[in-house]
């Protein structure tokens, strides 16, 4: 188990150190590969980047606990994401160029040849505190896999994540983590392959499986009983409010920088059919592993059913495929760790100050300090994954969604609106979630709702009271 598991971390590793081959020692390299990544590494790394820990620990737990129901996750992730990506990975790609932007606040911020500074320095803040946030979970996933298979200590996953991350980071910047991006998306796609299939045969097929599963009072209910308003109209509310969830892509810079690095406008495409097609498979079987764990492990309900997988690889699989699985859950963890890392470490070096950084050196050590402050935060608890994510998701979705929604709509809001439209929905989507409101509906929707209810106040109030 441990060789399997070790030999795949190497490859990774080596794929990594050696994109540091084809580097140009510049920011616009470390940073946006100079706009040349090829539609199918754009596709697969996107995919590896969104699917990350909170898929392989958080959603199996999630569907553990809810069952059927979390097919909603999946439909209103995917096709709101296909959504907004109609509406705006193009304009963001083209504005990426024209301004000659290294990082995804510097784009907002100088969107149409605009210069709002406070807009970006507004944008750096929320980045730096969600990324950072977001990339400890991705670690705490990586530690819990650790735990359940190796008994190691919590902190020891996150460790082994960091010092890797770090390793290839600082050598290859963001082609080393593209290129890694699309050797553990296979990984990742294999390991969840085998764990389904192995856990069906366990059951005596998938007849015997489905029947199972129907003797779970309400396990395969459309959706949840007693965690959505009454109704057809709340079954409504809750599936747009996943829906929503997918739309939040479109402020998640370390996925979208993948969309703005793309060697060319014409290939956005063929980029999607990559991405969209390997999202909709690895998802897919997530939620199938989520609802054979429920068999798999009738208890585990009295334990963190977020260790579900790692603890039915072990029931299940010979040695050398719990490592492969380990590895691939862990391919999962980094593929999104590192890009969170080298998106909050663009941002601190680019948009904090006027100019930004221009030695290399510098943004290089950055990254390393950056990764550092994430594996403190990723040690100091044990968090729930899932709902870390989830914050750190929509919290982003909902400051940049609204912004760029009116963006790409060719309508060019002042600063003042424009950082009220941030504020806006960064405040409504936090204060949603601690009241607890996501259970009836994601935060994510009122966020980008009241964000733009926001800039057509403002939009009337200048029409009617022009200056």
């Not at 795949?8 to 150190?17: E, Q």
């Not at 737990?61 to 994401?81: E, K, N």
């Not at 390793?167 to 991006?181: K, Q, V």
Request: hydrophobic share 55%; proline share 3%; aromatic share 14%.
């Amino acid at each position: 188990m441990l060789i399997s598991f070790i030999f795949c971390l190497a490859i990774f590793l080596a794929i990594g150190l050696l994109s540091a081959r084809a580097r140009r020692n510049t920011r616009a390299d470390y940073y946006m590969c100079e706009s040349s990544v090829p539609p199918w590494l754009v596709g697969l790394s996107a995919m590896a980047t969104n699917n990350s820990g909170y898929m392989f620990i958080g959603l199996i737990g999630y569907t553990y606990i809810t069952g059927l129901s979390s097919v909603w996750l999946m439909f209103g992730w995917i096709v709101g994401d296909m959504m907004a990506s109609f509406l705006i990975h193009k304009p963001l790609h083209q504005q990426t160029k024209r301004q000659n932007q290294l990082s995804f606040a510097g784009v907002l911020s100088h969107w149409g040849g605009m210069n709002y500074r406070y807009v970006q320095l507004l944008a750096s803040i929320a980045i730096v505190c969600l990324l950072t946030t977001y990339a400890s979970a991705q670690m705490v996933a990586g530690s819990k896999a650790l735990f359940a298979m190796f008994g190691w200590p919590i902190a020891t996953g996150a460790v082994i994540s960091a010092i890797m991350i770090a390793l290839y980071c600082f050598a290859g910047g963001i082609r080393a983590s593209i290129w890694t991006d699309a050797a553990q998306s296979i990984v990742m796609i294999i390991a969840m392959i085998i764990m389904v299939w192995f856990g069906i045969a366990d059951q005596g097929g998938l007849s015997n499986t489905l029947n199972q599963l129907n003797l779970i009072d309400h396990y395969l209910d459309w959706f949840p009983a007693d965690n959505y308003l009454s109704g057809v109209s709340g079954a409504i509310l809750f599936v747009i409010g996943w829906l929503f969830a997918g739309v939040c892509v479109i402020g998640q810079p370390h996925i979208m920088v993948r969309f703005m690095a793309l060697d060319d406008v014409t290939n956005f495409t063929r980029a999607r059919i990559w991405y969209y097609s390997w999202f909709t498979i690895f998802y897919f079987f997530a939620a199938s592993i989520g609802l054979l764990s429920r068999l798999l492990l009738p208890e585990q309900g009295a334990l963190d059913a977020e260790l579900a997988l790692p603890m039915i690889a072990l029931e299940l699989l010979p040695p050398f495929l719990v490592g492969l699985v380990l590895a691939g859950l862990f391919a999962a963890t980094m593929s999104t760790a590192d890009s969170l890392i080298l998106s909050t470490s663009a941002t601190i070096t680019q948009d904090f100050s006027k100019e930004g950084t221009k030695k290399l050196s510098v943004v290089k050590y950055t990254t390393l300090i950056v990764t550092f402050i994430a594996l403190i935060i990723a040690i100091s608890g044990n968090q729930n994954v899932f709902s870390l994510v989830l914050f750190a998701w929509s919290g982003l979705g909902a400051c940049f969604g609204p912004l760029l929604i009116v963006y790409a709509l060719g309508k060019r809001p002042g600063e003042i609106t424009a950082i009220s439209m941030m504020l806006a929905g960064l405040i409504i989507a936090v204060v949603w979630r601690v009241l607890n409101l996501h259970d009836y509906i994601f935060e994510g929707m009122p966020g980008i709702l009241g964000g733009l209810l926001v800039y057509f106040i403002a939009t009337l109030f200048k029409q009617r009271y022009p200056a």
